[in-house]
């Protein structure tokens, strides 16, 4: 196994370890996270600000009572000094003898990660990258975008961003591992006017690695050119047509679906797939798969946060359903193994997260399906929170493109997108080929043949 190279942090995370043990406890984990992030902002010719932080955080979860039966608890601390981490290792203790046995608390019990992979997950020369060079490709991006047309005539600024990161994590049971990381971004958000309309719109790019970044100037350029085609923006009467997510608001309808698909949702029955296995829950132009070990992805890790090793689970294949996203915790109230699902910060206990999520790409890019659209709506922003995953019902404000004839007609705002996310991803008719990945969740421009768009 890998391990990072400060001694001191490997030796304080085993010491909590045998600290939880030695006050009682029949099993106990801990995590330390390391991070040191830089972020700039420029708006116009000015630096707005320039932050600079570092942290270090140890997390402990301290179980007791008999095998089959435990009662749990999770403190977190700041204070790494010996006597501080000793001190609470026993207090956690203390607070899990305070709460009640649940028979499917507990670490795994066996089958934890033999090997730390390397991911990809950093370039170690980019520790070397200055605060000024970050402040450079943020101004880059901010000349570009007011250089692109002249009806940029202001913006909300351009952000640089570095964060390095380390894990520490190690358990009761013999399991300890470690890892780094890295994420790098830069987002630009310039504002557009013509006459009485001014509108907004923006652009980013990240990666773990700054040679993985859009240039700077493009990425100004793309978020000034979509600020633009917003003028003249109106709203449309009430209707039901094909509706196309662009691939930033795709992937917002695969992260409702995995909340939907989570252990936790599923043995809780509030999601309305709960009873789907096995089933046809979409289209068959849908595949979803979820991937840990996915080379520089932005949610990969080689274990997860109970040390079990992470892994490619296809959750949704040709449309059929095949797998929930799970947990140890999770998977014994449904009677499964953890799929490697475990997601774990210093201050809280296990839950269920994706790591690097999307859905297969599938043929033509976004133009050629709305030349294929006679008449609809290509959505590229979404507003507010209308999902309710118990019975799948969605709707949502949006903003977008007109679509008549296969063709852009015109910007619209002030609208509603309306439907079931069932319904929606049993009618997904088209499934483009581009798949650009700008966090964990990814998905191609996807075309749904019905929806209701509320407007007028």
């Known amino acids: 196994m890998s391990e990072l190279q400060n001694v001191n942090d490997q030796e304080l995370v085993a010491r909590a370890i045998d600290q939880a043990r030695a006050a009682g406890a029949a099993q106990a984990d801990a995590v330390l996270v390391r991070s040191d992030s830089t972020e700039v902002k420029v708006r116009g010719s000015e630096i707005e600000y320039v932050k600079q932080a570092g942290e270090r955080c140890l997390g402990i979860r301290t179980l007791v009572g008999q095998a089959g039966s435990f009662s749990s608890a999770v403190t977190s601390t700041c204070d790494l ?80 961003g570095s964060d390095f990161s380390e894990i520490i994590y190690r358990n009761s049971e013999g399991f300890g ?46 978020a000034a050119e979509r ?59 849908i595949t979803v798969i979820d991937d840990g070990r996915l080379p520089g992805g932005l949610g990969s890790k080689p274990f997860d946060g109970e040390g079990l090793p992470t892994r490619r689970n296809v959750l949704v294949e040709s449309g059929q359903l ?52 006679e008449r609809g709506l290509l959505v590229t922003e979404l507003i507010g929170m209308g999902f309710n995953p118990t019975t799948g019902d969605y709707s949502r404000g949006a903003s977008g493109l007109w679509i008549e004839s ?32 700008r966090g964990r969740v990814a998905a191609p421009p996807l075309r749904v043949a019905r929806m209701t768009v509320a407007g007028q």
């Open 177 to 222: 591992g470690s890892y780094a990381s890295a994420y790098h971004s830069l987002f630009s958000e310039p504002l557009a006017s013509e006459g009485e309309s001014k509108q907004r719109d923006y652009w980013m790019t990240v990666g773990r690695r700054m040679a993985d970044l859009e240039d700077p100037a493009v990425v100004g350029r793309k």
């Open 81 to 160: 000094a010996q006597d501080a981490v000793d001190r609470m290792a026993a207090e956690t203790v203390a607070l899990a003898r305070a709460m009640a046995c649940d028979p499917h608390a507990g670490l795994p019990e066996a089958g934890f990660a033999e090997e730390i992979p390397d991911l990809g997950l950093m370039d170690a020369r980019d520790r070397n990258a200055t605060v000024e060079a970050r402040i450079e490709d943020a101004r880059s991006a901010e000349s570009s975008a007011r250089a692109t047309d002249p009806r940029i005539d202001n913006s909300e600024g351009s952000q640089a």
């Open 406 to 437: 296969g063709q852009i007609a015109y910007p619209v705002e002030e609208i509603t997108i309306a439907g079931n996310l069932g319904d929606m991803l049993m009618q997904v008719d088209a499934v483009g080929s581009e798949l650009v990945w």
């Open 322 to 373: 095949q797998s929930w996203l799970l947990d140890t915790y999770s998977g014994r109230k449904l009677g499964l193994p953890s799929t490697g699902n475990a997601s774990r910060g210093a201050g809280s206990g296990p839950g269920v997260g994706a790591t690097n999520l999307w859905i297969e790409p599938g043929s033509g890019t976004l133009e050629e399906i709305i030349a294929d659209t």
């Open 227 to 285: 600020a633009v085609r917003r003028l003249g923006a109106r709203s449309v009467p009430t209707c039901e047509v094909p509706v196309i997510f662009d691939g930033l608001t795709a992937p917002s309808l695969l992260g409702q679906l995995a909340g939907c698909l989570s252990g936790y949702s599923i043995y809780r029955e509030s999601s309305f797939l709960s009873a789907a296995m096995g089933e046809t829950i979409s289209s068959s132009q």
